[in-house]
């Protein structure tokens, strides 16, 4: 399966630190995505990283990719009690399908 | 731009009964997906459609389940009969095309079986 596995299942931080997750994944992709679920609603689109990209930033968001370790991270900076959410990666496996791990559960408290 | 658009929202339904849910991809989306998500548990890719054919759908219990893209744009899943681990919230997302773009998701539909 190309499932991505998020690590740590979840994570409790205070208000202003950075928040870490991680995503592994078992063969080649095409390009790996990370998504944020709030309770009870649907999944938001936070950045996508080809396979032959190394590192992107989005506002907080720093996503990077190490294929030949076959893993992703998360970096969230200066967290906000609005970042409480699931988050979850998804590897795009060249179109063949699409599919998510079991997500990173971030609490940041006030 | 208006979004993924699944109704209903809520439904609740006894086991053995049958469901349906429907999607409304965004406009000029060639790529739908439907995913089950348990609750705590990651969203489990059921059926990707690309355009009205089927890509993948290797995980949807077929003896059950079905789905259907006429015309490549709106989408149908169904479950007949559903039993009580059907439990779950049904998500809808639609891409510009195969393995380029991100993924737009609806709000879902949450089902109880009981």
């Known amino acids: 399966s190309q499932q991505g596995e998020e690590d740590p299942q979840a994570l409790s931080i205070q208000e202003g630190e950075n928040a870490t997750m991680n995503c592994s994944y078992k063969?080649?992709?095409?390009?790996l995505q990370w998504y944020r679920q709030n309770s009870g609603r649907g999944l938001v689109h936070l950045i996508l990283i080809r396979s032959n990209e190394r590192e992107k930033h989005s506002g907080r968001l720093r996503v990077t990719l190490d294929t030949s370790k076959k893993s992703s991270s998360l970096l969230i900076t200066a967290s906000r009690a609005a970042d409480t959410a699931s988050y979850f990666c998804a590897v795009d496996n060249y179109g063949q399908n699409f599919v998510f791990g079991p997500g990173t559960r971030l609490s940041v408290l006030p | 731009e208006a979004g993924v658009a699944q109704s209903p929202r809520y439904k609740i339904i006894e086991k053995r009964q049958s469901v349906a849910f429907w999607c409304n991809p965004i406009?000029?989306?060639?790529?739908l997906y439907w995913y089950q998500q348990i609750l705590g548990q990651g969203p489990k890719l059921l059926i990707q459609f690309q355009n009205n054919g089927v890509v993948d759908d290797s995980q949807l219990p077929k003896d059950r389940f079905s789905a259907e893209r006429l015309k490549g744009v709106d989408s149908t899943l169904k479950i007949q009969p559903a039993k009580l681990e059907d439990s779950a919230v049904y998500l809808c997302?639609?891409?510009?095309?195969?393995?380029?773009?991100?993924?737009?998701f609806g709000q879902g539909t949450r089902l109880t079986v009981v």
């Open positions: 406009s000029g989306h060639a790529t």
């Open positions: 997302a639609s891409s510009l095309d195969l393995g380029r773009d991100k993924a737009f």
């Open positions: 063969t080649s992709i095409n390009n």
